[in-house]
């Protein structure tokens, strides 16, 4: 399965942008979605998560209330939607699948097998 990540750009602060993820095909037992960030010389970090069922979602401090993580199980897609963006947003963001079990192992990068190529986000102040 390949994830395929869109939607970045460049914005300028406080506008929106909407990432999408789209698998090349149904998944054999339904993963866990995820999106991280990566910004120049930092590692990647987590910003948000969504369960199987999308009745679950989790994100990192900086994404509370701006982030908002959806997915559509029907066509195998997640989505990103980022609102009141700021110059740090900048980095590259990455969708990812995989089985985590805990709220801990949401965050890890290590529990997820499935990778995107990343969509580069830019934030102009």
């Known amino acids: 399965v390949q994830l395929q990540a869109c939607g970045g750009g460049l914005v300028q602060a406080g506008d929106s942008l909407r990432l999408s993820c789209v698998a090349s095909r149904r998944f054999f037992s339904r993963p866990e979605m995820g999106w991280f960030r990566q910004a120049p010389g930092k590692e990647r970090e987590f910003v948000a998560a969504?369960?199987?069922?999308?009745?679950?979602?989790w994100y990192g401090d900086f994404a509370k209330g701006r982030f908002t993580i959806s997915r559509d199980n029907a066509k195998n897609t997640v989505h990103l939607q980022m609102n009141s963006l700021k110059p740090e947003d900048t980095a590259v963001y990455y969708c990812?699948?995989?089985?985590?079990?805990?709220?801990?192992?949401?965050?890890?990068?290590?529990?997820?097998?499935?990778w995107g190529q990343g969509t580069l986000v830019t934030v102009s102040s």
């Open positions: 969504i369960s199987r069922s999308g009745g679950s979602t």
């Open positions: 990812a699948a995989g089985d985590p079990y805990t709220t801990a192992q949401v965050m890890g990068v290590e529990y997820y097998d499935y």
